[in-house]
T-cell receptor, first 115, second 113 residues
Framework: NAGVTQTPKFRVLKTGQSMTLLCAQD?????MYWYRQDPGMGLRLIHY???????AKGEVPDGYNVSRLKKQNFLLGLESAAPSQTSVYFC??????????????FGEGSRLTVL | SQQGEEDPQALSIQEGENATMNCSYK?????LQWYRQNSGRGLVHLIL?????REKHSGRLRVTLDTSKKSSSLLITASRAADTASYFC?????????????FGKGTKLSVKP
């Protein structure tokens, strides 16, 4: 049982380059999230999705886009990377809609460096 | 916007001692959750306490919730070196939706063997 899988785990970009982070979950969860974690800042929500084909903005959405074409996948895109987007990105899922407790299941993280 | 604030920011104890971490938050909540993060890894859910509960236990973990003071504490008893990690509280705001938990900045616990 893989849970939540993120790819890639590490990536180095130059300013202005684009990339996509992929999150896949095998728990049939409706809700999926993208967070970023910066030193001293805790986790901040970038975008989230409450089901296939839906997305919504979180606390820090600027500079990012997302897509949820399939229930099990949630993609996070950076169209023109900036050094301020250097961070560790975490994907999480939640089976909240089926009466779950609200517990989030996290991936192992994707460490992105923008030079 | 940060809802939960953990205290202390860092805690260093000897193996076998108890570790207590506190979390304060600002708005009414549905529930409060604690997560652990080992260095370089993802967060792992530890325990959830609902707004109508005052105390909850899970193994060596004890969580209390005081909604009048908008605070929670996580107690780890008889700590082990393997408990070394960062601990985060996360709140599920009352009236919120989509399970958008708000995380604090964490307490970094170091347990020395």
């Amino acid at each position: 049982n893989a849970g939540v899988t993120q790819t890639p785990k590490f990536r180095v970009l130059k300013t202005g380059q684009s990339m996509t982070l992929l999150c896949a979950q095998d728990m049939n969860h409706e809700y999926m999230y993208w967070y970023r974690q910066d030193p001293g800042m805790g986790l901040r929500l970038i975008h989230y999705s409450v089901g296939e084909g839906t997305t919504a903005k979180g606390e820090v959405p600027d500079g990012y886009n997302v897509s949820r074409l399939k229930k099990q996948n949630f993609l996070l895109g950076l169209e023109s990377a900036a050094p301020s987007q250097t961070s560790v990105y975490f994907c999480a899922s939640n089976g909240r809609d089926r009466g779950y407790s609200g517990e989030l299941f996290f991936g192992e993280g994707s460490r992105l460096t923008v030079l | 916007s940060q809802q939960g604030e953990e205290d202390p920011q860092a805690l260093s104890i000897q193996e076998g001692e108890n570790a207590t971490m506190n979390c304060s938050y600002k708005t009414s909540i549905n529930n409060l959750q604690w997560y652990r993060q080992n260095s370089g890894r993802g967060l792992v859910h530890l325990i959830l306490i609902r707004s109508n509960e005052r105390e909850k236990h899970s193994g060596r973990l004890r969580v209390t919730l005081d909604t009048s003071k908008k605070s929670s504490s996580l107690l780890i008893t008889a700590s082990r070196a393997a408990d070394t990690a960062s601990y985060f509280c996360a709140t599920d705001p009352y009236g919120g939706s989509q399970g958008n938990l708000i995380f604090g900045k964490g307490t970094k616990l170091s347990v020395k063997p």
